[in-house]
């Protein structure tokens, strides 16, 4: 069965650079994904894609079977659970295979 | 531009009942996802349009679980009869089309409680 693994939990101080790590065993994976999710919210989409790119303050590294996150300047307000999903492309219409969540935790 | 749209937001059920979830997609999406998130679990895909048309719903319990997107925009999602199981929150996506990398764009999902 393909998945996708990545700590359950993260801790970091406030102006920090986190990082956190994923991996799958998704055979024709192709793009990343990283989602934020606060609970009760939409998750939302930070960064994506099959090579290194940025948005703001998020950094996504590219492997063959692993992408980090990484966030620059951490703020408390980052606190919430980010979400790394692999796209299969050997599915039809790309289906998102998603981990179990990182849970971050920012100390002051 | 308005989000994906979920309603209600809430809802708790005794256990045999039935439940019916709806979904508004973004305007303009032709693709629609619905996903089953497990408290502490990461969102597992239940079933995906392309219009009207169902393009995967190989982990969908169709012994109690259907979904219809009749005219290829709004989508239920229904339960019937629900188990303690089924206790989640189900959140619904919509992507422009289905091909790779294509953003999707996530409601603020239903919570579920089966007493």
């Known amino acids: 069965k393909d998945q996708v693994f990545q700590p359950s939990t993260v801790a970091s101080s406030e102006g920090a650079v986190v990082e956190i790590f994923c991996n799958h065993s998704?055979?024709?994976?192709?793009?990343f994904f990283w989602y934020l999710h606060f609970p009760g919210c939409a998750p939302r989409l930070l960064v994506k894609?099959?090579?290194?790119?940025q948005q703001g303050r998020y950094n996504m590294t590219y492997e063959r079977f692993s992408s980090s996150l990484l966030i620059l300047q951490v703020r408390e307000a980052d606190a919430a659970v980010y979400y790394c999903?692999?796209?299969?492309?050997?599915?039809?219409?790309?289906?998102?295979?998603f981990g179990g969540g990182t849970r971050l935790m920012v100390k002051p | 531009e308005a989000g994906v749209a979920q309603s209600p937001r809430y809802k708790i059920i005794e256990k045999r009942q039935s439940v019916a979830f709806w979904c508004n997609p973004i305007?303009?999406?032709?693709?629609l996802y619905w996903y089953q998130q497990i408290l502490g679990q990461g969102p597992k895909l239940l079933i995906q349009?392309?219009?009207?048309?169902?393009?995967?719903d190989s982990q969908l319990p169709k012994d109690r679980f259907s979904a219809e997107r009749l005219k290829g925009v709004d989508s239920t999602l229904k339960i019937q009869p629900a188990k303690l199981e089924d206790s989640a929150v189900y959140l619904c996506?919509?992507?422009?089309?289905?091909?790779?990398?294509?953003?999707?764009?996530f409601g603020p999902g239903t919570r579920l409680l089966v007493l």
């Open positions: 996506a919509s992507s422009l089309e289905a091909g790779g990398g294509e953003t999707q764009y």
């Open positions: 998704v055979s024709n994976a192709y793009n």
């Open positions: 894609g099959s090579k290194p790119s």
């Open positions: 999903a692999v796209e299969d492309l050997a599915c039809a219409g790309n289906m998102l295979t």
């Open positions: 305007s303009g999406h032709a693709t």
């Open positions: 349009f392309q219009n009207n048309g169902v393009v995967d």
